[in-house]
């Protein structure tokens, strides 16, 4: 089947010298909760801006349901593209009250009609009761469900959101997160959200793009962003992780001085060749029966678990998870074990 939303070799820039974004392509089936996950400055905003027709991209083209919204040579206005928007400030009109905001995208329906389309979304939403109260009257995430409402109302084929859940406190970011993730799947509502924020981006979307100075390094699911990155800047960004040195052997085995590893690419590992190896936090587990011992140099207390920051003897620093009820202090030496499924590594540029 064809993408709902597909973006070819899209390219723009504001000043006519620095790409904010460059060559990105990307694809978004029917149904699917898409987001592009990146550090601010990255162009994830201006992608959303470029998709909803608020600035031109003259190179590559964007195409919804299998209609060209711009090219080198088309551009199709934002009012006539069919989508929704839901602003990081909710931008909600603070003189009209919530259900006059729900209803301002949608004053050409006849009044009945524009009424019952409000009620509706206020009962989608949750929000029947505030519905003759101001903006100011409620909290911060009863404006956001305004503000989705009155991006749905007008039935968009797609739904575009620009950090939507920064504003709000962590607990209701969470809540409200998932509240609208099962809203959109509820309607078969394809959409993409931008955030910087990568557990907010794994529990709401089915698909994340990481992207990184105006291109797409990877997209997927965030189980394989997190245990299989394609380049080192996903590994970097997704999760927690140290990249440790080995060397390649005529088998596909890379020694290091934690042990050899086996990466899922061994075929392509070469003798000789100097490589850096990805371990998380989970891949180093704690084990009093090891010989191999590592120093507590740093600890931080999650509750369940405590992440312990450790030196080797060689001076290298590893990351564990471990259960919290191995509490151990600071400068002791504790046996730990590599436990690892997907073993990931990078070249590196330098050889033995």
């Known amino acids: ?44 905003t201006t992608v959303l801006r470029l998709i ?8 590559g083209t964007i195409v919804l349901n299998g209609r060209t919204l711009a090219s080198s040579t088309h551009f199709v206005p934002p009012e006539q593209r069919g989508i929704g928007y839901v602003f990081q400030d909710f931008a909600l009109f603070p003189h009209l009250r919530c259900d006059q905001n729900i209803a301002f995208g949608i004053r050409a329906l006849e009044k009945t009609a524009r009424k019952r389309r409000v009620e509706e979304l206020l009962n989608l939403v949750g929000m029947q009761k505030e519905a003759t109260r101001y ?15 009155r991006a749905l109302a007008p039935r968009p084929t797609l739904l575009l959101l620009d950090e939507p859940f920064s504003n709000l406190d962590v607990d209701l970011r ?35 793009s990481v992207m ?30 140290v990249l440790i040195a080995g060397r390649g052997t005529e088998n596909g085995i890379i020694e290091t001085e934690i042990g050899p590893m086996k990466p899922h690419t061994a075929a392509r590992i070469m003798p000789n060749q100097q490589y850096d190896v990805l371990l998380r936090p989970d891949d180093i587990q704690h084990d009093d029966q090891s010989s191999e011992t590592a120093q507590v140099i740093n600890k931080a207390f999650r509750g369940a678990d405590i992440l312990y920051t450790l030196r080797l003897k060689s001076g290298t620093e590893l990351l564990s998870l471990v259960p919290s009820h191995h509490n151990h202090d600071l400068g002791q030496w504790i046996g730990i074990r590599t436990e690892i499924d997907h073993v990931v590594a990078f070249s590196s540029v330098r050889k033995t």
Not at 17 to 44: F, M, R, T, W, Y
Not at 52 to 59: L, N, Q, S, V
Not at 216 to 226: K, P
Request: proline share 3%; net charge negative.
């Open 1 to 44: 089947m064809s993408p709902l939303l597909s973006l070819a070799n899209l390219s723009f820039e504001y000043d006519g010298q620095n790409h904010v974004c460059h060559q990105l392509n990307l694809d978004i089936a029917q149904g699917e909760i898409a987001c592009l996950l990146g550090p601010s400055g990255c162009g994830k």
């Open 212 to 241: 990184n100075a105006g291109t797409i390094e990877q997209s997927d699911s965030a189980y394989n962003l997190y245990h299989n990155p394609a380049t080192r800047f996903v590994a970097d960004f997704i999760g927690q992780g």
């Open 52 to 59: 909803a027709g608020f600035e031109h991209a003259k190179i």
């Open 174 to 208: 969470s809540q409200l997160g998932l509240e609208v993730r099962a809203l959109l799947k509820s309607l078969n509502m394809t959409a993409l959200f931008v955030t910087h924020d990568q557990q907010e981006a794994f529990a709401i979307a089915d698909t994340v």
């Open 135 to 149: 903006p100011h009257e409620i909290s911060g995430g009863q404006r956001q469900r305004i503000a989705l409402a």
